[in-house]
């Protein structure tokens, strides 16, 4: 691994999280930044951010999430709903003596930063959403949702199946990450490649070999992917999956809007979520600026690491300025 920081272990109520760190504001002129991963990810996704923005005067910190990485992994899948993973990041500011911090999520890390702003406003000084937008609670449970629209053989629907799609993935890790870390296909080949691109456990058990070519990561960082997973297995990400409906239960009745002042950067090659999914954000998130970058698929920070991190230091520096 190079170029990236060692972790510090820190007790986050009770749950040991890796943390990551690139001190580029050592006088706290400026909130930190909190960068939040998804999944399949690590605090590793944000080895092209970390020291940029650390050179923009910015404290830069990554964690690797509960279940993930060198953190805790606990088996329960009880323990990875939104309100417990936001509680674990209140514990993680606490322990380091941070009162808020502007959240950087994408993947599921978005869809837990956006729920950082809902559940714990007092603790956010601004959001930014990489690919992930907010969504207004749906009026039906999502998983029946997602099932009616894509079918059972949808990943989300068959993660929901306790221990197979970790067990699955673990018998060949490196196989996994080769068929994820893949270059986006064009928008017009993603007619052709629906519903079964959806079917992640059906390709990865009996679709073919990867290709060599297409790989968006250097060897040598697809292998701290593979290295990590076998510490961890996969079942802390896959238990983010199994409370989806939980979530959308505990939201009933809730304010679902986010007062923080945030950033949204889309992929316009992203099919797992397209921009157009982030029409109408404005309605939960009256201050918010939202731009796309063309040509970029879902893994933004390794295939566009550049414009994504120019505009997300744009948007900082205007928000935040000293």
Same mark, same amino acid.
């Given at each position: 691994?190079?170029?990236?920081?060692?972790?510090?272990?820190?007790?986050?109520?009770?749950?040991?999280?890796?943390?990551?760190?690139?001190?580029?504001? $050592?006088?706290?002129?400026?909130?930190?930044?909190?960068?939040?991963?998804?999944?399949?990810?690590?605090?590793?996704?944000? =080895?092209?951010?970390?020291?940029?923005?650390?050179?923009?005067?910015?404290?830069?910190?990554?964690?690797?999430? @509960?279940?993930?990485?060198?953190?805790?992994?606990? $088996?329960?899948?009880?323990?990875?709903?939104?309100?417990?993973?936001?509680?674990?990041?209140?514990?993680?500011?606490?322990?380091?003596?941070?009162? =808020?911090?502007?959240?950087?999520?994408?993947?599921?890390?978005?869809?837990?930063?956006?729920?950082?702003?809902?559940?714990?406003?007092?603790?956010?000084?601004?959001?930014?959403?990489?690919?992930?937008?907010?969504?207004?609670? $749906?009026?039906?449970?999502?998983?029946?949702?997602?099932? =009616?629209?894509?079918?059972?053989?949808?990943?989300?629907?068959?993660?929901? =199946?306790?221990?197979?799609?970790?067990?699955?993935?673990?018998?060949?890790?490196?196989?996994?990450?080769?068929?994820?870390?893949?270059?986006?296909?064009?928008?017009?080949?993603?007619?052709?490649?629906?519903?079964?691109?959806?079917?992640?456990?059906?390709?990865?058990?009996?679709?073919?070999?990867?290709?060599? @070519?297409?790989?968006?990561?250097?060897?040598?960082?697809?292998?701290?992917?593979?290295?990590?997973? @076998?510490?961890?297995?996969?079942?802390?990400?896959?238990?983010?999956?199994?409370?989806?409906?939980?979530?959308?239960?505990?939201?009933?009745?809730?304010?679902?809007?986010?007062?923080?002042?945030?950033?949204?950067?889309?992929?316009?090659?992203?099919?797992?979520?397209?921009?157009?999914?982030?029409?109408?954000?404005?309605?939960?998130i009256p201050d918010l600026e939202k731009h796309v970058i063309e040509d970029c698929g879902h893994w933004m920070m390794w295939e566009k690491p550049d414009e994504a991190n120019a505009l997300m230091l744009d948007w900082l520096m205007r928000r935040f300025s000293i």
């Amino acid at each position: 691994m190079t170029d990236f920081p060692g972790p510090t272990m820190i007790d986050a109520g009770g749950v040991a999280l890796a943390v990551y760190e690139a001190d580029g504001d $050592p006088n706290r002129r400026r909130p930190p930044v909190l960068f939040v991963h998804g999944w399949p990810e690590i605090a590793y996704a944000w =080895k092209n951010q970390l020291g940029a923005f650390a050179e923009a005067g910015f404290h830069a910190l990554a964690l690797d999430l @509960k279940g993930f990485g060198r953190s805790d992994a606990p $088996p329960d899948p009880a323990l990875y709903d939104t309100a417990r993973m936001t509680g674990d990041f209140c514990a993680l500011m606490d322990a380091l003596g941070i009162g =808020k911090a502007i959240f950087c999520g994408h993947d599921w890390g978005g869809a837990l930063v956006w729920a950082m702003g809902q559940l714990h406003p007092d603790r956010v000084a601004g959001i930014i959403g990489l690919c992930t937008p907010l969504h207004p609670r $749906p009026p039906a449970p999502p998983l029946a949702i997602i099932e =009616k629209r894509f079918g059972p053989n949808h990943y989300i629907v068959q993660f929901q =199946k306790r221990d197979a799609p970790e067990r699955l993935f673990e018998t060949d890790p490196e196989r996994f990450f080769r068929l994820m870390f893949r270059a986006p296909a064009p928008r017009e080949r993603w007619p052709d490649l629906m519903p079964q691109i959806y079917d992640l456990p059906g390709r990865f058990r009996d679709g073919p070999p990867p290709p060599e @070519k297409g790989l968006l990561i250097s060897e040598d960082d697809l292998q701290v992917y593979v290295e990590a997973y @076998k510490r961890s297995g996969f079942h802390g990400g896959v238990n983010l999956y199994r409370n989806i409906d939980s979530n959308w239960r505990a939201m009933e009745g809730r304010n679902e809007s986010v007062t923080a002042p945030s950033l949204w950067v889309g992929a316009d090659l992203d099919m797992f979520l397209p921009p157009e999914t982030a029409d109408g954000m404005e309605a939960l998130i009256p201050d918010l600026e939202k731009h796309v970058i063309e040509d970029c698929g879902h893994w933004m920070m390794w295939e566009k690491p550049d414009e994504a991190n120019a505009l997300m230091l744009d948007w900082l520096m205007r928000r935040f300025s000293i």
